[in-house]
């Protein structure tokens, strides 16, 4: 299957893998962006996808980033 802007996520990934999923979402959405004329009416709309899936890749890496609470050995 070819890459899509609306590629699903597989079932339960790793935070790392959903990370790079929704950069990988939202770098597809900015060049859909710059794909269109500069002032056209999509273009505001599609960077502003491409943020929000920006900032969910910021909370899947904060994910990997917090220490996992767990018994001491």
Do not use: C
Request: overall charge positive; charged content about 25%; hydrophobic content about 40%.
């Amino acid at each position: 299957m070819s890459e899509t802007l609306f590629q699903p996520m597989e079932n339960h990934p790793s935070p790392q893998a959903a990370a790079i999923h929704y950069r990988e979402r939202a770098k597809m959405w900015r060049e859909s962006a710059a794909a269109v004329p500069d002032g056209a009416p999509q273009q505001a709309v599609y960077l502003e996808i491409a943020e929000g899936y920006a900032r969910l890749a910021v909370q899947y890496e904060a994910r990997q980033r917090v220490p996992k609470v767990g018994r001491q050995p």
